[in-house]
């Protein structure tokens, strides 16, 4: 096979910028993963043959690793006959173990039929030594031959400069009360980890009778925020994780300066305890610090494991917020299920980002009118504003007759009311689907929400005029089924605010059964 290396002698590759180059050796050795094709040439071209699905190769360079502080950058082509998955990986490893950190990558795909690439990457200048040779291996997806060409290797001595970070080994104290969090008044904070709930630990230890939703299900995140004020250009997060739902998606949304940003961090839970990290460019300068809030996911139990900062870098206090206080209550319309794991994609989310509040996601995927909730909220210190859309299960699961989900329902209010007078409580009856009934008791879904408008109109017809009705249906453009789509999220979200937006000028009470529509009464 070395004989058909031969043939490739390594150009150097020319990088502009201050710093010297050194000249790449002849490849040392393109190998095939064992039971793999050979290469063969043809037309001039190097051939790499597979017999296999899945195959790789292996580029191996120097017979000595480059030195500290270098930059390294592959460049290659790689074109199939026809549109086959083609993909890449890059590795290396350092003498004191483990893998380098990368302060620079750059990275260009185009397409699967041809691949080309310039993969650039920069590590530890000072500190990070490699104990071997990089090595870059190729995934072919399908069987047959790829033709591979215009590849070249080679690395300079790197001299910092303004497009280069400093290194991510700054590490914060996670006992430092600068990491702070939203969406939760429950934090359990120590020198190894941080875990977070939205609810107290105390209810964990009670039954679903008890509850009237799943204590499992209760110690997932939706709705809970991370807050980290710094100047530092890059934070690195890692994670531990309780995998209640193995195969669910745990997603990370990153927020800037109050700028939802499309760049979010996804991973699968596969396992209980799976840690992971991942890197966020805050694009911060030095002296100007940036609020940086990562959004927790909504169907699992993420706990914080490590903070990273860039060397010369710091935290900051948050600066003190002015939002006021959103509680949402339900079940798993409201907790995000149909968002794809993603906090930052729930209804309940997007109406508190529209209207600048602080949310308190207390919904439960599963759960009937939660008594517990409500008397939990006297450990709140003021909340402006409560939404409750609960009732499909108190239908539909376990057959709760009508008059069970009317005495609950008034209970709850009542709880809420008596914990926090001046918060507007707004009651959302069940949305779709319309035409339900209970396979238990028979009761059609619509007698649950009659309840809804009975229980509001009674509060109001006592005097308690911070108490109103939505009808649920008229929210939303789900006609098809009991969960939201991401877009049906998004648009449930605006008619919300534009209801409530109605309300905070008119001051609309309902004081009649008649109350059925939203924004009007009889």
């Not at 794991?341 to 599963?366: M, S």
Request: include cysteine.
């Amino acid at each position: 096979m070395k004989k058909y290396c031969e043939w490739m002698v390594f150009a150097i590759l020319v990088i502009s910028g201050a710093g010297e180059v050194f000249a790449a050796d002849m490849l040392k050795e393109i190998r095939l993963n064992s039971q793999r094709g050979p290469l063969a040439m043809k037309d001039g071209e190097v051939v790499v043959v597979t017999q296999k699905d899945r195959s790789a190769f292996v580029f191996d360079a120097w017979n000595d690793p480059p030195p500290k502080g270098s930059m390294v950058t592959f460049r290659f082509k790689i074109e199939s006959e026809e549109n086959k998955g083609i993909s890449y990986r890059f590795s290396a490893n350092l003498k004191d173990g483990g893998s380098p950190n990368f302060l620079k990558i750059k990275k260009n795909l185009r397409g699967q039929k041809e691949l080309q690439c310039e993969y650039s990457a920069v590590w530890d200048y000072d500190k990070q030594e490699l104990s071997s040779a990089p090595k870059f291996s190729v995934m072919l997806w399908k069987k047959g031959a790829y033709k591979l060409s215009s590849f070249d290797y080679s690395y300079k001595k790197y001299v910092e400069g303004d497009t280069i970070y400093p290194n991510l080994n700054k590490t914060v104290s996670l006992e430092d009360e600068k990491i702070m969090f939203t969406g939760t008044k429950y934090v359990d904070r120590s020198s190894t980890h941080i875990e977070v709930s939205r609810f107290r630990k105390a209810l964990f230890a009670l039954s679903v009778e008890e509850l009237n939703f799943s204590p499992t299900m209760a110690r997932t995140t939706s709705g809970i925020v991370l807050k980290i004020f710094t100047d530092s250009p890059q934070v690195m997060l890692s994670w531990g994780v309780e995998a209640q739902y193995p195969g669910s998606v745990l997603d990370f949304g990153l927020v800037l300066d109050g700028v939802l940003q499309e760049k979010h961090f996804a991973a699968r839970v596969t396992e209980r305890k799976s840690p992971f990290s991942f890197t966020f460019e805050t694009k911060a300068e030095k002296g100007r610090p940036r609020l940086c809030e990562i959004t927790y996911p909504t169907h699992a139990n993420p706990y914080l494991l490590g903070v990273k900062l860039n060397e010369g870098y710091d935290l900051s206090k948050p600066p003190r917020s002015n939002k006021k206080v959103y509680v949402a209550i339900g079940d798993s319309i409201t907790h995000g299920t149909g968002q794809k794991g993603a906090t930052h994609r729930t209804y309940a989310w997007q109406f508190a980002h529209k209207n600048n509040l602080e949310l308190f996601n207390l919904a439960v995927g599963g759960g009937k009118v939660p008594l517990k909730v409500g008397e939990m909220l006297e450990d709140w210190t003021y909340i402006n504003l409560v939404t409750i859309l609960i009732g499909f299960n108190d239908c539909m699961g376990g057959g709760r007759s009508v008059d069970e989900y009317y005495r609950a329902y008034t209970k709850l209010l009542s709880e809420i009311s008596l914990n926090h007078p001046e918060a507007k409580i707004v009651c959302i009856s069940p949305t779709y689907p319309l035409d339900v009934k209970s396979k238990e008791t028979g009761v059609h879904l619509n007698e649950f929400r009659k309840v809804v408008v009975k229980v509001v109109g009674e509060n109001n017809a006592k005097g308690n005029a911070n108490v109103y009705f939505l009808r649920g249906e008229l929210l939303t453009s789900n006609n098809k089924g009991l969960h939201f789509s991401q877009e049906e999220a998004e648009n449930f979200a605006e008619k919300l605010s534009q209801e409530i937006a109605l309300r905070a000028i008119l001051d609309y009470s309902f004081v009649t059964e008649g109350a059925v529509l939203a924004g009007k009464t009889d």
